[in-house]
């Protein structure tokens, strides 16, 4: 028995009204991806659109959108590294799209013959759900040891800083938190150690950081509005 047997087929047609809403992102990365003759990334780019066809945002924009947004903002920040861009593309399919992986990803490698490196970083950014302070600090450490998957995991958390709006009180308070207690440090440590990416992290750090303070601010005045109306009902 091959070892393509147990792969599950995906379809190529794609829901023509969902394209038309991420088409020009998807196309600035072809084109760029094809000038720079980046060859994983051009595999990335359509396995990735493949696996997530068919998913949906909080909002209701296509999955795919996110990690198109996560490849070309590290593009717009000087990165061309083949592996790197790659990895952003895919960073979320082993998390997200288990069922049309049956093989926990190795498909990645056998049938769309992506680099050991890359899988290897889209790997490295899976987080499981329900991990205590300790053991995220462990997945952000071990993330923070590879430049290539901090650049992914903080453009990663650029996008979705100014997409939150959608998240309940708490669960937006546990997002600050959690972007303040190890995505800030991370981007500082990295701008100190990883010379040759000092630019695209500290524009990263700061663009994080000011979201970050904004939604605090925001949260803040939610909690004060929250009491001022316990205490309303209250009385």
């Known amino acids: 028995m091959g070892k393509d047997t147990k792969i599950i087929q995906i379809n190529d047609e794609f829901n023509e009204n969902d394209t038309s ?18 060859n994983q990334t051009l595999i990335a ?24 947004k996560v490849c070309s903002t590290l593009i717009s920040y000087g990165i061309d590294d083949d592996t790197t861009l790659a990895a952003a593309l895919l960073h979320d399919v082993l998390e997200d799209c288990a069922d049309k992986l049956p093989m926990g990803g190795r498909e990645l490698e056998i049938k769309y013959h992506l680099s050991e490196d890359v899988v290897d970083i889209v790997t490295l950014l899976t987080k499981e759900s329900g991990l205590d302070d300790y053991e995220l600090g462990i997945y952000f450490r071990n993330i923070e040891a590879n430049p290539k998957a901090a650049l992914i995991k903080l453009s990663d958390r650029l996008h979705n800083s100014s997409t939150v709006y959608n998240l309940s009180f708490e669960k937006l308070k546990k997002y600050l938190r959690e972007t303040d207690l190890y995505l800030i440090p991370m981007a500082s440590f990295c701008k100190n150690y990883y010379p040759e990416y000092t630019n695209a992290f500290s524009i990263l750090k700061s663009n994080i950081y000011s979201l970050n303070h904004s939604m605090t601010i925001m949260l803040e005045k939610m909690g004060e509005a929250r009491t001022d109306a316990w205490q309303g009902s209250a009385q």
């Open 21 to 38: 809403k991420y088409i020009k992102s998807y196309m600035f990365i072809k084109g760029y991806a094809v000038g720079k003759n980046l």
């Open 45 to 68: 780019l359509s396995v990735a659109r493949r696996l997530h066809e068919g998913q949906y945002r909080k909002d209701g924009t296509p999955y795919i959108s996110h990690p198109l």
